[in-house]
């Protein structure tokens, strides 16, 4: 049998899902629940990105509304990381590609310090470069990650390439959680992908521990339904 070859209409329909992919997938993947007012707000870490005027640099900001105040979810996010209480996203998915993850269903006291220059380990297996270090947190307010190299180009008083940053904002009674993610792998499909799927399941698995653990109902997530070819 000779070679299979792409005809026209096997390049028209990979055009044609590339374009719905860059015009309905991906900007409703990188606003995922998030409101027009949060998309456009400066969040912490945002300053820390290098900026280039004639390149933007991409940006995704996702979020859910959880039933709680600022002050009991902050604790949850506090824990992330493998060595304590993982990411609160698909487990099975994360050991599957090397990651020791075991989420936490509990508040742990033992992990509630967290400092500039914290390690939060994604895979420890892969060695140092599988990790993110804290640039910056604000108990009850906001923790921003960084990649070890960019850590220390912020050490040395230069930008980094990238961030990913978690914002609690007061919302009533109830708490908005931000994820924004700046620069770095940000804008490859390779990484835009499944980062999307793991982190809104993050956003909703911290939310649902949240309220479950003060006997709430449902993670009031605010999504925009997927979108149509």
């Not at 990105?49 to 039933?67: G, K, L, N, Y």
């Not at 269903?105 to 390690?119: F, K, R, Y």
């Not at 653990?213 to 993670?219: D, F, I, L, V």
């Amino acid at each position: 049998m000779g070679r299979y070859r792409p005809g026209l209409a096997d390049i028209m329909a990979a055009v044609g899902i590339a374009a719905w992919y860059h015009v309905h997938l991906r900007p409703w993947m990188y606003t995922w629940g998030a409101r027009n007012d949060e998309i456009a707000a400066v969040m912490p870490g945002d300053d820390m990105v290098e900026a280039i005027p004639s390149r933007p640099s991409p940006r995704t900001t996702r979020a859910v509304t959880v039933d709680a105040p600022p002050a009991q979810v902050w604790p949850w996010l506090a824990q992330i990381g493998e060595d304590r209480g993982g990411f609160y996203s698909y487990s099975l998915l994360e050991r599957a590609v090397g990651a020791d993850m075991h989420n936490a269903a509990i508040v742990h006291p033992e992990w509630q310090q967290l400092n500039t220059g914290d390690t939060v380990w994604l895979a420890r297996r892969y060695g140092p470069a599988a990790r993110q270090i804290v640039a910056a947190v604000e108990p009850g307010s906001h923790l921003v990650l960084v990649s070890p190299a960019d850590f220390d180009r912020l050490d040395r008083g230069q930008k980094a390439s990238g961030c990913w940053s978690f914002t609690l904002r007061p919302d009533g009674d109830r708490t908005r959680l931000i994820a924004r993610g700046s620069g770095g792998p940000v804008g490859h499909f390779w990484f835009d992908v499944p980062h999307f799927v793991m982190e809104q399941k993050m956003l909703r698995g911290i939310a649902r521990r949240v309220e479950r653990s003060r006997g709430a109902t449902a993670p009031h997530a605010e999504v925009a339904a997927l979108p149509t070819p």
